[in-house]
C-alpha cells in the first residue's frame, strides 16, 4: 500500500465517521443559541421576566463562554479530546435540561451563564 492509497483511505474513513457526527453536533449547538429567542416569546410572559432580565440572561452565557474557552482548550489537550468533548456534551445536556426549572431571574442568569462555561470549549475543541 502506497502512502497515497493510505491517505485517500484515511481521509474517507474520517470523512465518513466524523463528518457527520460533527454536522450534527455543530447544528445542536446553533439550535441551542437560538433557541432562547424562541423560548422568550412564552418564558418572559411566563416567568414575567422584563426585556433587560431576558437580554441579560442571553447575553450572560458568552461571559462564560469567553472566560473559559481558552483554559478549556488547554485541558483538552492535557486529557485528550475523547474524554473532554464527552463533558462537554454530558454537562451541556445536564445544564439545558435544568433550564426548564428556571424561575427567577437569578437563577435564569445561573444557568445561562453555566450553559457558555459548559460550552465553552466546543467550537475549538472540534
Same mark, same amino acid.
Given at each position: ?10 481521509t474517507k ?27 422568550a ?6 416567568l ?5 432580565? +431576558? ?5 450572560i %452565557?458568552?461571559?462564560?463562554? !469567553? =472566560? *473559559?474557552? #481558552? ?29 426548564? +426549572? ?5 437563577? %435564569?442568569?445561573?444557568?445561562? !451563564? =453555566? *450553559?457558555? #462555561?459548559?460550552?465553552?470549549s ?5
Amino acid at each position: 500500500m502506497d502512502i497515497l492509497q493510505l491517505e485517500r483511505s484515511t481521509t474517507k474513513k474520517v470523512t465518513l465517521r466524523l463528518i457527520p457526527f460533527l454536522f450534527l453536533c455543530f447544528t445542536i449547538s446553533i439550535l441551542d443559541r437560538v433557541n432562547i429567542g424562541f423560548a422568550a416569546l412564552q418564558m418572559n410572559q411566563d416567568l414575567g421576566f422584563s426585556n433587560a432580565v +431576558f437580554g441579560f440572561g442571553a447575553g450572560i %452565557f458568552f461571559l462564560g463562554y !469567553f =472566560l *473559559l474557552e #481558552v483554559p478549556g482548550s488547554a485541558i483538552m489537550t492535557k486529557i485528550g479530546p475523547r474524554k473532554w468533548i464527552s463533558r462537554i456534551m454530558v454537562t451541556w445536556a445536564i445544564i439545558a435540561i435544568f433550564m426548564a +426549572f428556571v424561575k427567577t431571574p437569578m437563577q %435564569f442568569y445561573t444557568a445561562r !451563564f =453555566l *450553559l457558555g #462555561v459548559a460550552e465553552a470549549s466546543f467550537y475549538p475543541c472540534m
